[in-house]
């Protein structure tokens, strides 16, 4: 169930910055947060809690609109938020992720510039990160070796999205699968015909470590991985496998991460986990989180 904490809806924004978080301290991280005011733009968030919600001072402004949730689970927070949603263009966010007027007028701008984009996927900077962009535009579909898409960097057109394509709740923190949601996501969206393109813009700032970075030694890691590879190739699932099996021996030489043996047993885990809760059904979360304003 979720309730609306303040009710007005802000009809002329242009983007929403859907910033989803647990519990008061996660108030007080977004709270704490940069959030500059920007013309057109609006920050949607959406607080799974038990309990009474305190504003922050700093929450208190016409462009943010704040949602309770007792829910759980990351993936059903985002789709609170998702339907909860009212302005042509989305952006997804975290309770720690910093922006600038420019990076927000970057995201709107690149819509209009591309009416086909149904998904368009950015940059974000980090002190610590070490990813790797593309230095040109490229589909979606047809992404370069090494590069993967972080939640954080996803823009979408609400009209694309909203009714149709939701984040798989099985995925992602508070989850089955404490990861991998962004990646189930957009596969549904170039399933279902959506186009969706990378430009190479850094929109956000974000130091905080990933899921991913803070569960090397847990089995949850392969076990993730075991599933969405399921779903993102079916029957070369094996083969990548082992080629990620590869990449894991540097690390264990440095003790980061279980062994090598370890790695390929818990992704065959997940894999046959993913099979047996039958996670990729084809979900309607339409009824469950659609509210009537």
């Known amino acids: 169930m979720t309730t609306r904490r303040e009710q007005t809806v802000n009809a002329s924004s242009t983007l929403q910055v859907m910033i989803c978080t647990y519990g ?14 920007v013309k057109e733009v609006e920050y949607l968030v959406c607080c799974q809690i038990d309990g009474n919600l305190v504003l922050p001072e700093k929450l208190k402004r016409e462009d943010f609109r704040v949602i309770r949730s007792s829910t759980k689970g ?43 984009a149904d998904i368009i996927a950015f940059r974000y900077a980090s002190s610590h990160s070490k990813k790797f962009y593309p230095e040109e535009v490229v589909s979606l579909a047809q992404c370069p070796k090494g590069y993967y898409i972080s939640s954080i960097e996803i823009a979408m057109r609400k009209e694309s999205v909203q009714g149709a394509i939701w984040f798989n709740e099985n995925f992602g923190v508070g989850a089955t699968f404490p990861s991998g949601e ?88 997940g894999v046959l986990l993913a099979r047996k809760k039958n996670v990729f059904p084809t979900p309607d979360y339409t009824s469950k989180y659609l509210c009537h304003e």
């Open 74 to 116: 990351l993936s059903v927070n985002r789709n609170i938020a998702l339907s909860h949603a009212t302005a042509p263009f989305l952006l997804l966010s975290d309770d720690d992720a910093d922006y600038s007027e420019q990076g927000l007028l970057d995201v709107m701008e690149a819509f209009k510039k591309n009416p086909d």
């Open 182 to 269: 962004e990646d189930i996501f957009i596969r549904e969206c170039l399933d279902r015909g959506l186009k969706g393109i990378y430009i190479p813009k850094t929109i956000v700032s974000h130091d905080g470590t990933t899921t991913s970075g803070r569960n090397l030694m847990l089995p949850s890691r392969p076990q993730t991985k075991g599933a969405v590879f399921l779903r993102l190739y079916p029957r070369q699932w094996p083969l990548r496998m082992i080629a990620h099996t590869l990449r894991e021996f540097p690390l264990w030489r440095k003790g980061l991460v279980p062994s090598p043996a370890s790695y390929c047993i818990n992704w065959i885990k």
């Open 24 to 37: 008061q301290e996660g108030l007080e991280r977004v709270a704490s947060a940069c959030h500059p005011k």
